[in-house]
């Protein structure tokens, strides 16, 4: 999250988790200096599971629209971070969906296919060929 401009990204989430913070109307909000660790916090620990500054504010737009839970009388550090957690996890099991998904859409190819980015046609075709006499191979040993 901070690698290019670690003072630039403090500032952006430091701005963004008081304006969140401050719209949620906590009887006892976080202080200035609460706020300002929290940033902190959240950028180590960014990256863990390389979340982006994208990530940070659809969770706390998320955490803003009740979707973490509501009815909060106050917020502190431990519980943003068990928020922003949950957040992340869900995050986690997206990716994770996303790339089985996409391996068994890999998997559901033709073999041609699979092998047209890197191979030849020349080599696409001694491929199918082999196939073939392993399979007539296997076909023919298994009628006898």
């Not at 902190?40 to 706390?60: G, H, Q, R, W, Y």
């Not at 519980?79 to 869900?90: A, I």
């Not at 041609?112 to 296997?138: F, P, Q, T, W």
């Amino acid at each position: 999250m901070a690698l290019q401009n670690p003072k630039h990204t403090d500032m952006i989430v430091t701005a963004g988790l008081t304006m969140a913070l401050e719209s949620m109307n906590f009887v006892r909000p976080m202080n200035e200096a609460q706020v300002m660790d929290l940033s902190m916090m959240v950028i180590e620990t960014a990256s863990e599971d390389n979340l982006a500054l994208e990530d940070l504010i659809l969770f706390l737009q998320n955490l803003v629209r009740g979707h973490y839970g509501s009815n909060y009388e106050s917020m502190d550090i431990p519980k943003f971070m068990g928020k922003f957690e949950e957040y992340r996890q869900e995050r986690h099991e997206s990716m994770m969906r996303i790339k089985e998904e996409q391996d068994a859409q890999y998997k559901a190819l033709p073999v041609n296919d699979r092998y047209s980015e890197i191979l030849s046609d020349g080599e696409k075709r001694k491929h199918r060929e082999a196939m073939i006499g392993e399979l007539v191979e296997k076909a023919t040993k298994d009628k006898e």
